[in-house]
């Protein structure tokens, strides 16, 4: 049951499986990340809705060529032509998405991918870390009035004032920001995850992560630490050589991260003291004062014959001073739990 009935503040944590070029230009691998996503245990499945030409311009002037260790070596026309998701797959895909019972969606990247999505009637919308800056976009997609996802890798805090109040302005009403490090694969000691529980007092919306590190461990922590989104790039075996294979995740993967998302959240439980739970039963082994020598009656109870051992059938151990020196009224065994009738 959704709280404060926004589209992403739940009761659990919201997975987003991100295929990005994943699907290798295949519609049947495409295809079956959706449903695998699904049986790894994630509520979303998102794609990319671009092509290489609304994203760029094909030139191989100093500007448009990469350079990255992956990357590297080409123009962004090229590598984006590699890619992107063509558009004629995005109705048959949201529909093996349905009948797998999964939420699709995918990432807008300029106005005619915000058109496109919405006959589609896709439920919510993502803008990615690069297009934040684009407040014309932020604008044209948040008139849609639908919830809205946005990745704020690389930006300053101003500019994501500036992105949350043009989104905001323009009609939406139910915003998400995703804590991001905009780099492939990104180092964990780069995320800085305590930035998410300031990002949801400043903002006050529901926060997340759009996390690129490898592994899964930044992922669990962000929900340790208040992430109510975790999204990760996603790929149907480590044998696949895609784009974005090399900083993704395979089935294996997210679902022991799924899991450990799921153990997280109930860890995480409430402020409580106390005992809990299954405690009830352990309470017998604390400690307590016992007789650990036969002591006759009229005896002097010391340190010797008395101990605060466990279990916890006899006095807490907070009494013994005040039997200590005292006289036994009758003969105790040893291992006989001392009471304080026993003591004159």
């Not at 990005?20 to 499945?45: T, Y």
């Not at 032509?81 to 990432?107: E, N």
């Not at 990615?128 to 976009?137: A, K, R, Y």
């Amino acid at each position: 049951m959704r709280k404060n009935n926004s589209f992403f503040n739940r009761d659990k944590c919201f997975i987003i499986a991100e295929v990005s070029a994943n699907h290798g230009h295949s519609f049947d691998r495409a295809a079956a990340l959706i449903e695998k996503a699904k049986e790894c245990g994630a509520d979303a499945v998102k794609f990319q809705t671009y092509t290489a030409d609304t994203l760029t311009i094909d030139s191989a002037k100093k500007y448009f060529m990469i350079k990255h260790p992956r990357w590297g070596g080409q123009t962004l026309h090229q590598l984006y032509k590699k890619a992107y998701t063509p558009w004629s797959w995005f109705k048959k895909l949201k529909k093996v998405a349905d009948d797998a019972g999964i939420t699709f969606f995918s990432t807008s990247f300029d106005e005619t991918s915000v058109d496109f999505l919405e006959e589609l009637d896709v439920p919510v919308h993502k803008l990615s870390s690069f297009e934040l800056v684009d407040l014309p976009l932020v604008e044209y997609i948040a008139k849609t009035k639908k919830p809205l996802i946005l990745s704020t890798g690389m930006a300053e805090l101003p500019e994501i004032e500036e992105a949350v109040k043009t989104a905001k302005k323009s009609g939406a009403k139910d915003i998400a920001l995703l804590k991001c490090v905009s780099s492939y694969p990104a180092k964990p000691e780069q995320v800085n995850l305590r930035t998410i529980p300031e990002m949801k007092k400043l903002f006050g919306t529901a926060v997340g992560i759009s996390d690129h590190t490898l592994g899964t461990g930044v992922p669990v922590a962000a929900v340790s630490i208040g992430a109510e989104i975790i999204e990760k790039h996603f790929l149907l075996s480590r044998r696949s050589k895609t784009v974005d294979s090399f900083f993704s995740i395979d089935p294996a993967g997210f679902k022991d991260m799924v899991d450990n998302i799921r153990v997280a959240e109930k860890a995480l439980g409430t402020v409580h003291f106390g005992v809990s739970g299954e405690e009830k039963k352990s309470r017998v082994f604390r400690r307590s004062l016992f007789v650990v020598k036969d002591i006759k009656k009229g005896e002097i109870l010391t340190r010797v014959n008395v101990r605060s051992i466990r279990p916890a059938n006899g006095l807490e151990p907070r009494y013994m001073k005040d039997v200590l020196n005292k006289k036994a009224k009758r003969n105790l065994a040893k291992g006989t739990p001392l009471k304080m009738d026993m003591v004159e």
